[in-house]
């Protein structure tokens, strides 16, 4: 296994793997994906954010971070962190427990980088992701429930979100 930046030329398995991730999400939660912009996949490529996980040549999970996330995480986004946001995994590797690898990956990152904290949010609603989001080592802090969504993604419009973080 191994975390590498994803490539322009990924974008169409990128999104093969969010549609697999919105189905996925549709059958077993509350919430679910509505879908991306490509051209902000394609500018988060370019700004060397987004990262996959290969497994014998295989694209296996796929994982965004960012430094910031002010819509989101308000006055707390002044603190130095690392964002995680849409991990979504080969429906061929279900159950591999890719968030405890991108954790370990990310403690990394974020040491490089002098952060003080790994965030992450999901919509809220989902107790069995949010046990298993503390499972991996995050800390519930949460819900928050955002008036200005900015240009995040359509999913951001309705309902709240559950938020996490590791400090460090």
């Given at each position: ?52 996980i290969i ?29 995680i ?5 080969n ?29 992450l ?22 819900v928050?429930?955002l008036?200005d ?6 999913h ?7 938020l ?5």
């Open positions: 296994m191994k975390i590498v930046l994803s490539k322009p030329e990924d974008l169409d398995h990128l999104f093969q793997l969010y549609d697999a991730a919105t189905a996925y999400q549709k059958k077993v939660g509350i919430k679910s994906w509505q879908g991306f912009e490509r051209s902000m996949v394609v500018r988060e490529i370019e700004e060397q954010r987004q990262y996959k497994i014998e040549d295989e694209i296996a999970c796929v994982f965004l971070i960012t430094d910031h996330d002010p819509l989101i995480w308000q006055e707390k986004d002044k603190d130095p962190s690392v964002y946001h849409r991990i979504a995994t429906p061929n590797f279900r159950g591999k427990h890719f968030v405890k690898e991108i954790v370990k990956w990310v403690k990394q990152y974020a040491a490089k980088h002098h952060k003080k904290f790994i965030r949010d999901t919509g809220s609603g989902n107790e069995k992701l949010n046990n298993y989001y503390q499972n991996c080592g995050f800390t519930y802090l949460g928050v429930t008036s969504i900015g240009d995040l993604p359509a951001y419009k309705d309902g709240s979100f559950s996490f973080e590791i400090p460090l």
